[in-house]
């Protein structure tokens, strides 16, 4: 009895009653039971002998490990884990939740669902360091009894791009150049030179909130615009924050990253394991920002373009609850890297709204882990819903169970049957009926605005951060041709004006050899361009 509960289908009796003369719990076995009496020797022809090839225990062990590995994710690959609790508060900001939203979690003040956490890097690969320039992932699954809710975050509040038809050239873009297998800063920025909507992002990220300085003391948040949807099927526009409680925000300059990275490349999943093996667990609140469901034309930008922040002054955080990581996994192949999020997982009384971006996500996660984990991976413990599950899916590779109901017939693998088949659940409330009348096109949306709130943010950094930002810009374009340098410049030039100049200054002044700001990065970027001929 392994799974959720659930016992694999016509093994009857005790298992652990089983047991070979002297073997105890501890004794080693294969995984077909068999007690293994040698475990450092393989059987061969007298002791320098040739070996044989029914050495089952051998090949059985060998060829499991050489099958260790899975693939790994295509974006954000290197990722730590744990578990915890999301406790309600029963209100959105001082009014009743369930004037918003019917979901079930939310509804009363001191009720715990379990969640699970997983925070990543995303651009580079599985063992990658964990202080590169980078969003960090912050993922949480909430297995409520309505069934898995995943919210699938980012540490930043925005994203490159508002299209998902444009999400793999952007990724491969970022990651190492296809023939020399490293990577190449001109790639990234050949392909934000035609993508102003990034401009925004790339301001984020080449500030010191590019390099949280863990997995603690950063924020999250869905991006994402989503819907609540109340008991009357009537639905709000919503957006879901994470801000961390006691512990905090800290990002890091590029030199305290490097410093770090010099002498550990998992301090991230380090600082989170050893804060929860000390007792010290880290907190974060859950915030919603609330808008009425429609285009919204006062605004200068659109609602469900995530390339914009929602500003706090107009649309504060409400909380709505609070969460606390209190146990680390027991073990991390099984609950991390398997684990398997994805925006479509939502319960009832949340719901999805137009945004193109989520839209696409909410394709591409299942299918991803049904190739990377495979067709069964909602069978995994760290995955499957902590409640009730009976559907009619049956089979595929790795079927670990039948999920099928106490009662429901064997032979009943459909529905509708009238012989003890499975049958519709009661609907929890009106559902939410959005009308349409349009043209099917392949447009973008009209308030673009791509630059205004990249400015706004760049005058709203500290000082320190805008000379971060501006080093590293100055760092990473200085490997980058001349067009490419030129289109990013006038972005951040429409974004502000200060902003353009001084990276055009920083530019001018790292191809006369003084390498901007003297940090370890631009020299850096000064020997890359060198190597590369790339000096101007
Ligand atoms: C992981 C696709 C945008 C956050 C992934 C994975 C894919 C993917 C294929 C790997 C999943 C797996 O192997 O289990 C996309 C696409 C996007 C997009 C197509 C846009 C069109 C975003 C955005 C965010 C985000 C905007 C942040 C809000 C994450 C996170 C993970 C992830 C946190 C890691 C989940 C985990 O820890 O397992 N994404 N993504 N992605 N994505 Fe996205």
Not at 123 to 139: I, K, M, N, Q, Y
Not at 394 to 403: A, I, L, W
């Amino acid at each position: 009895n392994h799974s959720n509960g659930t016992s694999v289908e016509g093994v009857g009796g005790s298992l652990d009653e089983r047991r070979s003369p002297g073997e105890t719990d501890t004794t080693l076995t294969d995984r077909q039971g068999h007690p293994i009496a040698d475990n450092q020797n393989i059987r061969t022809v007298g002791n320098r002998g040739p070996s044989t090839l029914e050495n089952y225990h051998f090949i059985e062990k060998i060829s499991h490990f050489d099958r260790e590995r899975i693939p790994e994710r295509v974006v954000h690959a290197r990722g730590a884990g744990a578990h915890g609790y999301f406790e309600a508060y029963g209100k959105v900001g001082d009014e009743p939740v369930a004037r918003y939203t019917r979901a079930k979690l939310f509804q009363e003040a001191g009720k715990r669902t379990p969640v699970f956490v997983r925070f990543s890097t995303v651009v580079h690969g599985g063992h990658s360091p964990e202080t590169l320039r980078d969003p960090r992932g912050f993922a949480t699954k909430f297995y409520t009894e309505d069934g898995n809710w995943d919210l699938v975050g980012n540490n930043l509040k925005i994203f490159f791009i508002r299209d998902p038809l444009k999400f793999p050239d952007m990724v491969h873009s970022f990651r190492p150049d296809p023939v020399t297998n490293f990577n190449d800063p001109e790639r990234m920025f050949d392909f934000l030179a035609g993508t102003p909507e990034a401009t925004h992002m790339v301001t984020f990220v080449f500030s010191p909130w590019g390099i949280p300085a863990n997995y603690r003391q950063m924020q999250g948040s869905g991006v994402n615009t989503y819907k609540w949807v109340n008991a009357n099927g009537e639905a709000v526009l919503v957006k879901y924050h994470w801000e961390p409680l006691k512990q905090g925000i800290k990002n890091l300059t590029q030199h305290e990253a490097e410093g770090i990275q010099a002498k550990n490349y998992s301090h991230a999943t380090q600082d989170l394991y050893e804060a929860i093996e000390r007792g010290e667990f880290p907190e974060w609140e859950l915030c919603v920002q609330i808008l009425s469901d429609g285009e919204h034309p006062e605004l200068d930008f659109d609602p469900l373009d995530p390339t914009k922040l929602w500003d706090q002054e107009h649309f504060p955080f409400l909380p709505v609850g609070k969460m606390v990581l209190d146990r680390n996994p027991e073990n991390y192949f099984a609950e991390v890297e398997q684990a398997a999020f994805g925006t479509g997982v939502l319960v009832d009384g949340l719901d999805f709204s137009d945004d193109k971006l989520l839209q696409g996500r909410t394709f591409s996660y299942s299918d991803t882990q049904r190739h990377r984990v495979g067709t069964n991976y909602l069978q995994l413990p760290i995955n499957a819903p902590k409640k009730h599950v009976a559907t009619n899916q049956r089979d595929g590779q790795m079927t670990y169970y039948v999920d099928r109901a106490e009662g429901q017939s064997p032979h009943v693998n459909y529905e509708p049957s009238l012989l003890d088949g499975l049958t519709e659940a009661k609907p929890q409330g009106k559902d939410h009926e959005p009308a349409y009348q349009a043209k099917l096109v392949h447009h973008k949306i009209d308030r673009t605005n791509d630059f205004k709130q990249a400015g706004e943010t760049y005058r709203k950094f500290e000082n320190w951060e805008r000379d971060e930002l501006i080093g590293n810009l100055v760092a990473a374009l200085q490997v980058c041709r001349p067009p490419i340098r030129q289109r990013m410049i006038d972005y951040f030039t429409q974004a502000d004006p200060e902003y353009g100049r001084r990276v055009a200054e920083g530019l001018a002044q790292a191809d006369a050899g003084s390498p901007h700001l003297g940090s370890v990065s631009a020299q850096q970027g000064a020997d890359l361009a060198e190597r590369m001929g790339r000096r101007t």
